[in-house]
């Protein structure tokens, strides 16, 4: 059984991609928290992007995601939570390297851009690899830091 807990969560047009996800790692042996939204039914990313982010950020799940149409709008939200580092990504390889090099602790997927197997796949790696730390770290911490 794997030990991964994630928070996952999509506005409408996001929902379709997360309920296939949804399943997909559930069979992997994660375990998942559904923040919704739980229908087609036009919803706003805001409200789940909060949800998922906040229970990342208060170490509830090990990682968060998160998805809508372009995945911009959802992943601007999550990262207006402290320590929260959501990384849009549309290939394995960026969500490879969203782990090593940014330590990217939420996973977000443009819905409306990727297919159902280019999403699984992300999620393989992303939920997968550690974070190298080393320069990198460096690099994380002024992110934190801020302005």
């Known amino acids: 059984m794997n030990k991964l ?3 996952i969560g999509c506005d409408h047009a996001g929902f379709e991609l997360k309920e296939v996800l949804k399943n997909y790692l559930t069979e992997k042996g994660y375990t998942i928290k559904d923040f919704g939204t739980y229908s087609e039914e036009r919803a706003d990313y805001p409200d789940f992007a909060h949800q998922v982010a906040t229970a990342v950020e208060n170490k509830q799940y090990n990682f968060g995601l998160l998805m809508c149409g372009s995945g911009n709008g959802i992943n601007m939200t999550a990262n207006k939570h402290k320590g929260i580092r959501s990384a849009l990504c549309w290939n394995r390889e960026i969500a490879k390297l969203a782990r090593q090099h940014n330590d990217a602790n939420i996973l977000t997927l443009p819905a409306r851009f990727m297919d159902v ?3 699984k796949a992300c999620t393989d790696v992303f939920f997968s690899t550690d974070f190298e730390g080393g320069r ?5 911490k002024k992110i934190a830091e801020g302005c």
Do not use: G, L, P
């Open 117 to 119: 197997n280019e999403a």
């Open 136 to 140: 990198h770290a460096d690099r994380v």
């Open 5 to 7: 807990s994630i928070a």
